[in-house]
């Protein structure tokens, strides 16, 4: 059953706290208190200020604080201020000069009342009735109120506090229990070698049955500088040993086979012999290979346009083999179709960009240890394996920017590494983002068994609210031995008996 607390009311306690005269002012201030509620998750005060009879020097300015106060923890509530005579004109000279602007800049902090000090005769009460938003601590307060004095050009000083009530004793409310993530990362294997590749595409130009490059000839400068760039950034890497040069050159699917593995491999040997001068590798390290007509390419434009039947051609590519066989081929069946207007549209709009060349450079890079890893990480991270990666992750501190970052940075350089990703799943439940950690799980979801991968979903699940879901994954990462895992269950063990409680102060 919810509870509500009154701890002051008018009929059974008024504390009258008459505050002494002091020389900056004469006559007494009144402040009585009415009372203290609780409900839900706020506290109510609501006070009385009498200063009838009291004329503060005319250049002061007292403010009055309400305040709750316990061992270690104290509340200011909104001050009251009684100003003198100047202290009050100014006061109004500078109200009415704002601008739209500075009232509202001026109302977020502005005191509870402003109360003209003088004319003492006047009767001057003001109802005080604010709320604020409970919190634990405030459970074993005691209202306390302060006395501030400032003047023209003084500084404020503290002149005296009075004691309202001895405790506030309101009732304690549950705060909802923030889980604690137990995360466990996974060290990527150390590679003896680092093998890469690195991939160029070129569409070049060649006249008709032609296998001589003309470097000028239509798109082929282009063409050409996309795989000298790539060459030339290898060649300048010093970190970098190239093992072999691979040039395949790929026909489009019209004419015969064997015409199209004559000119594609003449016009990969002919791209091999523009390079050969130019980069200063030996011969024996370019290696020339036919990749076959290129039917891949051929359906990936047709997906890509509207041209006529295109339904049609996109039904045969996929079901009639490519080869001849004893009685059709794909391409006779392409040739036949509709009377080959789709085929001739094929040949005339997607064949020419069908006729590439890949250069795939195969080279080594050297390892490094981690002084030269975090150095090598500013300019060329792609030269870094995942374990060095690893390790100079792990120079930072657990959950710190620079160590979420490296493991983002991995999974950007390995998007489709297992390690990559689980540790980049962790990385983004360590900043709490579980979309992202999401995505990156959702890639490896069909992994052998990882006690890491399974703590890491389970995580994942207990953030979500799936306690059954969370418990299955982790007690699985618990089977194989991680105690991050069990660490986690306790978690949940916790969250489960707090939402308990809460519902049961609730009702």
């Known amino acids: 059953m919810k509870r509500q607390y009154i701890l002051f009311t008018i009929a059974l306690l008024i504390g009258m706290c008459t505050y002494a005269q002091q020389k900056e002012y004469s006559g007494k201030m009144h402040v009585t ?46 001050e009251v201020m009684i100003k003198g005579r100047e202290n009050y004109n100014v006061y109004q000279r500078e ?177 091999v012999d523009y390079l050969i001068p130019r980069f200063d590798y030996p011969k024996d390290l370019y290696k020339v290979t036919f990749g076959g007509e290129n039917w891949d390419g051929l359906k990936k434009c047709v997906e890509a346009s509207q041209m006529p039947y295109r339904k049609e051609v996109l039904e045969i590519i996929e079901t009639v083999p490519a080869q001849i066989t004893q009685t059709t081929s794909r391409k006779k069946v392409l040739m036949n179709l509709k009377g080959g207007e789709p085929y001739r549209y094929m040949v005339k709009e997607f064949c020419p960009s069908l006729r590439m060349a890949i250069c795939k450079i195969d080279f080594e890079v050297k390892n490094f240890d981690i002084s030269q890893a975090k150095e090598v990480i500013k300019s060329r991270p792609q030269n870094l394996s995942l374990n060095e990666m690893y390790l100079v992750a792990n120079t930072y501190e657990k959950g710190s920017q620079e160590f979420i970052d490296l493991f983002e940075m991995a999974v950007r350089l390995y998007p489709n590494d297992i390690t990559a990703n689980l540790n980049a799943a962790t990385a983004a439940l360590t900043r709490g983002d579980i979309v992202y950690a999401k995505r990156y799980l959702e890639k490896i979801k069909n992994v052998p068994d990882i006690p890491e991968y399974y703590n890491t979903a389970g995580v994942v699940e207990m953030f979500d609210g799936n306690y059954i879901k969370a418990t299955s994954h982790l007690n699985k990462a618990i089977e194989m031995g991680l105690p991050e895992a069990k660490q986690n269950l306790a978690e949940i063990a916790k969250k489960q008996e707090n939402e308990s409680l809460i519902i049961e102060q609730k009702n």
């Open 33 to 78: 208190p009415l009372s203290l509620q609780q409900k839900g998750d706020s506290v109510y005060i609501k006070l009385i200020f009498d200063i009838s009879g009291v004329n503060v020097d005319s250049r002061r300015s007292i403010s009055l604080i309400p305040t709750l106060v316990a061992p270690g923890n104290s509340r200011n509530l909104t």
């Open 95 to 271: 109200q009415a000069l704002m601008s739209k602007n500075q009232k509202a800049a001026y109302a977020s902090e502005a005191p509870y009342a402003v109360l003209p000090g003088f004319k003492s005769k006047n009767s001057k009460t003001i109802n005080y009735n604010v709320a604020i938003k409970y919190e634990s601590w405030m459970a074993d307060a005691k209202l306390d109120m302060y006395e501030d004095l400032c003047g023209c050009g003084n500084p404020a000083r503290r002149m005296g506090v009075t004691m309202l009530a001895n405790q506030v004793a309101l009732e304690k409310i549950i705060e909802p229990y923030i889980m604690k993530p137990y995360l466990a990362y996974v060290q990527p294997t150390a590679e003896e070698v680092k093998r890469r590749e690195i991939t160029g595409e070129a569409f070049l130009d060649f006249v008709v049955n032609k296998i001589n490059i003309q470097p000028e000839y239509m798109n082929n400068p282009r063409e050409l500088k996309k795989i000298t760039d790539l060459m030339s950034e290898v060649r300048d890497d010093k970190d970098v040993t190239v093992r072999a040069i691979n040039v395949i050159g790929y026909a489009s699917p019209e004419g015969t086979l064997a015409n199209n593995q004559r000119l594609s491999e003449g016009r990969a040997k002919a791209l």
